[in-house]
């Protein structure tokens, strides 16, 4: 590959403005967990499709494969570069507008830059919603959602991000341009190809635009805290929230006792609404009557759950503020949990009625390979997926204990999962991190079909190579 050539073809195409080549390029080559640290050839930020499909193109012609990159909030390391020097980071950061809302349609057209944030607040300022949210969402993009077809806290009502897209924009590996932003909801015209794109994680193509589903804004919101003695009981407590609320139960988190701790620890200025508990519940239930509605079924949901002993104690927000500090405590989980050190992250995906048997199980069998572990085990219940995440013993340096036990750690956890028939990767894709676990643990027919599909798109293995397959 001629580098300096390239790096003059990208100048030309997009202005020297727009090609990163020297300087500090930390924000695009070191991922969210510090975990991957990559070296790009270039970063480039086309401002349009036509400018993303002649980066292809240029990329293609000189030999260099691309790394697309949204908010680089990925947990998996995904969309940093590899270490060799030679990729070039495409970031759709500047790709950030909003082309189209249709109310009647309950449709919004955005690019793939868009933050999510921002996107929540234009469907909000066409008095609509756009459900899907998480952690992140301040940094991460509708692309990169897309991509790794990120779930959040309110798939239990509205779905994944699969679930919320109607039609995407794509730039092939060739540099072509896929016009595929029907805000359809019924479409059996062939092959599903944005279904295909998403949660590709930029291997088969770049997203560059998407229509993506709204809905109508709930009259209120109420959150709730509850506490539970055990998972069997978070997960009655989760049944008797479906029955009585329906879809208006719009979220159902868990939250380990250590978990809670951590945000005490590193946290102390987030005021705590209950006593520390073995599991806290965080739910959510909205309702298109009104708040005193909302209240009353909350309540009476609640009062009968203490009274046949499934919670312990609950708290009802009294008021939005409120609810938002009950979620900060949920939130701030991932982050309280890298402010005590490096872990071993599974974000795995059971059989709701499974999730009580599988911890007892497994928290049993990790204690006695690794005594003194501490499990930061909290997550999206409603859609039985857990953040199972493994910290080093108190006062044990997280990096030498990862060094020494995090493959055997994986090892015991992803079999534990697999005899419970579950998924080692629930909403945060493969990426980097678990590329190894998908070559050891999909069928041989469904990796010899991935294969394919990858063959097909992208023979030249341009797009972000390495990662997924
Ligand atoms: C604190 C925190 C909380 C989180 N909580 C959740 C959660 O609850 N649920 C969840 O699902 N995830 C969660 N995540 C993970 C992360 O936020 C999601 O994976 C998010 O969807 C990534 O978006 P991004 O724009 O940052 O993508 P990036 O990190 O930039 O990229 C992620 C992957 O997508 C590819 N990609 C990015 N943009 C495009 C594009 N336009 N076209 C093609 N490929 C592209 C990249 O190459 C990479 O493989 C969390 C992360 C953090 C840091």
Known sequence: MNAAALLEALRAALGAGQVLHEGDLTAYELDWRKR?????????????????????RL????????????????????????????????????????????????????EAGCVLQALQQHAAEAGLLFPLSLAAEGSATIGGNLATNAGGTQVLRYGNARELCLGLEVVTAQGEVWHGLAGLRKDNTGYDLRDLFIGSEGTLGIITAATLKLYPRPAATVTALASCDSL????????????????????????????????????????QALAPAPWTVL?????AEGEQQARLRFESLLEAALEAGVINDAVV?????????LWQLRESIPMAQSEE????????????????????????????????????????????????????PAGTPPDAFLAQHEAAINHL????????????????????????????????????????IKQALDPQNRLNPGRVL
């Open 317 to 325: 927000a009294e008021s939005l503020a409120q609810s938002a500090t």
């Open 232 to 271: 069997a009981q978070c997960v009655a407590l989760l049944g008797r929230a479906q029955a009585r609320l329906g879809s208006g139960l719009t979220g159902f988190e868990v939250m380990g006792r250590f978990a809670l701790d951590l945000v005490r620890q590193h946290f102390p200025q987030l005021p």
């Open 413 to 452: 956890v992803y079999d534990a999962v697999a005899a419970f028939g579950g998924s080692f990767s629930a909403e945060h894709g493969i990426g980097a991190l678990k590329r190894d676990e998908l070559a050891e643990r999909k069928s041989a027919v469904a990796l010899g079909l991935m294969r394919a």
């Open 59 to 110: 990329c293609a012609a000189h030999g260099a494969s691309i790394v697309p990159q949204g908010g680089n909030t990925g947990l998996v390391g995904g969309g940093v570069p590899d270490t060799s020097g030679t990729q070039v980071v495409l970031s759709l950061s500047r790709m950030n507008r909003v082309r189209a809302v249709d109310a009647a349609n309950l449709t919004i057209t955005v």
């Open 283 to 287: 739910l959510e239930h909205a309702d």
């Open 341 to 392: 050190g490096l872990n071993v992250k599974h974000d795995i995906a059971l059989a709701v009625s499974d999730i009580p048997a599988f911890c007892e199980r497994t928290d049993a069998a990790l204690q006695a390979s690794f005594p003194g572990v501490r499990l930061v085990n909290f997550g999206h219940l409603g859609d039985g997926n857990l953040h199972y995440n493994v910290q080093a």
């Open 36 to 56: 991957w640290r990559g070296k790009a050839l270039a970063v480039v930020r086309p401002g349009s499709t036509a400018e993303v499909a002649e980066v292809v």
